[in-house]
């Protein structure tokens, strides 16, 4: 079988499976199976398949129709300027959350050597492309999860940014160390009864422990709030991503906490998704 035949088998059943990107999604399904790139599958639709490859494939495809993320089959995700690695132990990274790259860079852009704290570093995707881009930052990640830890290290071992890291294994209410110039958070903050209600890609293999924000969706937003309140020195940058709905409830939070707030900051869909403040 070509690969021209085998995509458009791919994608019948993804479509049937109510798969909202069929060709596309068996494109990279493809790639990943064959060992190149995208570009060479759209070049090459004439070129035979092995049997092993193609058998490979249609595993791909059937996770892929009980709605596994594309990015936790393939175990990468195009973030910013650079390739995380995932994996289902990580949030996949999410073009909304670039909103916190791009208002460090605004609002810090005049300064150096500055030390920068992100609280659930997750894959890394923040903190790293943010010392990717500024190669005088320092970073500190923390996280309750070791695989996460983990997974950051290998990421920051691919873009070259280890030596500027630390990485330590710790609640944020635990943690105590060091004062930081600027802090940077994504925690979860989706109410626990709508957690249910997520797309299934969603619901169904990310770690819960990355989205459920408690019964009013702000336990962990409070602790990051507090904790960072902290940590942070004076006249610090704290920026922060929220829920489409929260922006009066983390407000007052933060005000509560010392905290000035400079904008509020709205996604591609309008919703308000990033708050930048600073500590008074």
């Given at each position: 079988?070509n690969i021209?035949?085998a995509?458009?088998?791919?994608?019948?059943?993804?479509?049937s499976?109510?798969?909202?990107?069929p060709?596309?999604?068996?494109?990279?399904?493809l790639a990943?199976?064959?060992r190149k790139?995208r570009?060479?599958?759209i070049?090459?639709?004439?070129?035979s398949i092995?049997?092993?490859?193609?058998k490979?494939?249609?595993k791909l495809i059937k996770?892929?129709?009980?709605?596994k993320?594309?990015?936790?089959?393939?175990n990468?995700?195009?973030f910013?300027n650079s390739?995380f690695f995932?994996?289902e132990?990580t949030l996949?990274?999410?073009?909304?959350?670039e909103?916190i790259?791009e208002?460090?860079?605004?609002?810090?852009r005049?300064?150096?050597?500055?030390h920068?704290?992100e609280v659930g570093?997750?894959?890394?995707c923040?903190?790293?492309?943010?010392?990717?881009?500024?190669?005088?930052f320092?970073?500190?990640?923390?996280?309750?999860?070791k695989?996460?830890?983990?997974?950051?290290?290998?990421?920051?071992?691919?873009?070259?940014?280890?030596?500027?890291?630390?990485?330590y294994?710790?609640?944020?209410?635990?943690?105590?160390?060091?004062?930081?110039d600027l802090?940077?958070?994504?925690?979860p903050?989706?109410k626990k009864?709508?957690?249910?209600?997520l797309?299934?890609?969603?619901?169904g293999?990310?770690p819960k422990?990355?989205?459920?924000?408690?019964?009013?969706?702000?336990?962990?937003?409070?602790?990051?709030i507090k904790?960072?309140?902290?940590?942070?020195?004076?006249?610090?940058?704290f920026?922060?991503e929220?829920g489409?709905d929260?922006k009066n409830?983390v407000?007052?939070?933060?005000?509560k906490e010392?905290?000035?707030?400079?904008?509020?900051?709205?996604?591609l869909?309008?919703?308000d998704?990033c708050?930048?403040?600073t500590?008074?």
């Amino acid at each position: 079988m070509n690969i021209h035949n085998a995509i458009a088998d791919g994608a019948k059943i993804l479509n049937s499976n109510f798969i909202v990107s069929p060709y596309l999604d068996a494109e990279i399904l493809l790639a990943k199976v064959i060992r190149k790139d995208r570009k060479y599958i759209i070049l090459n639709f004439n070129k035979s398949i092995t049997y092993k490859d193609l058998k490979t494939f249609h595993k791909l495809i059937k996770l892929r129709s009980l709605r596994k993320p594309i990015a936790q089959i393939i175990n990468k995700k195009n973030f910013w300027n650079s390739e995380f690695f995932v994996t289902e132990d990580t949030l996949i990274p999410r073009p909304e959350s670039e909103l916190i790259i791009e208002n460090v860079l605004k609002y810090c852009r005049k300064k150096s050597k500055l030390h920068i704290l992100e609280v659930g570093v997750g894959s890394g995707c923040l903190l790293l492309s943010i010392l990717k881009e500024r190669k005088d930052f320092y970073g500190t990640g923390i996280d309750i999860s070791k695989k996460c830890l983990n997974i950051t290290k290998t990421n920051a071992i691919n873009l070259k940014v280890k030596s500027r890291l630390k990485l330590y294994k710790s609640d944020v209410d635990k943690f105590n160390l060091g004062k930081y110039d600027l802090v940077i958070s994504n925690p979860p903050y989706i109410k626990k009864h709508s957690l249910k209600y997520l797309e299934k890609d969603v619901s169904g293999f990310e770690p819960k422990l990355a989205l459920n924000g408690g019964l009013d969706g702000l336990s962990e937003i409070r602790k990051v709030i507090k904790q960072s309140s902290e940590l942070i020195k004076k006249k610090g940058i704290f920026i922060l991503e929220i829920g489409f709905d929260q922006k009066n409830n983390v407000t007052n939070l933060l005000k509560k906490e010392g905290f000035y707030i400079n904008s509020i900051k709205k996604d591609l869909a309008k919703n308000d998704r990033c708050i930048v403040c600073t500590k008074i």
